[in-house]
């Protein structure tokens, strides 16, 4: 139950900092505005982590296969698309997109047993369950 509340948060949270950071970049460049959020994202995990773990950072280089250090990275561009995508189609649309896409690409990478993910079979359950989410886009993009 918990991870169900923690994953509704995250939701909200993402929605949110996309509405920020895309009135972020009406006063600046893009670029400059995810240059901001990944720094005081930076911030705000070495405060948490000086508070908390404290895990060395040296136990990243333990991580393999390398390319999973690539995450940050990803981050800035996740950012650079969120706020595209809030500008262009607006905050609801774009979040519905987004999800959308998260969740096709996310069972896409069980069902391959991509990036050390286990392998899972296909149901056709979440199929049809995927089919009506996109269908839901579709009604909701023609209201």
């Known amino acids: 139950m918990f991870g169900f509340l923690i994953a509704l948060l ?52 333990k991580v393999e ?12 561009f996740i950012t650079y698309t969120v706020i595209k995508g809030m500008e262009m189609l607006g905050p609801a649309r774009a979040v519905m997109l987004i999800v959308i896409s998260q969740l096709v690409v996310a ?14 079979p296909l149901e056709m359950r979440k199929i049809v369950g995927m089919g009506i989410a996109i269908a839901g886009i579709v009604i909701f993009k023609w209201t």
């Open 107 to 120: 069972y896409v990478i069980e069902l391959f047993g991509w990036f050390g993910v286990e392998k899972q």
């Open 65 to 76: 296969p390398k390319y999973m250090l690539l995450g940050g990275a990803i981050g800035a």
């Open 10 to 61: 995250s939701g909200a949270l993402m929605s949110v900092q996309g509405v920020f950071n895309t009135q972020v970049t009406k006063s600046s460049g893009i670029w400059v505005a995810n240059a901001f959020v990944q720094f005081t994202a930076l911030l705000v995990c070495l405060a948490a982590w000086l508070v908390t773990d404290r895990t060395s950072f040296g136990t990243l280089w």
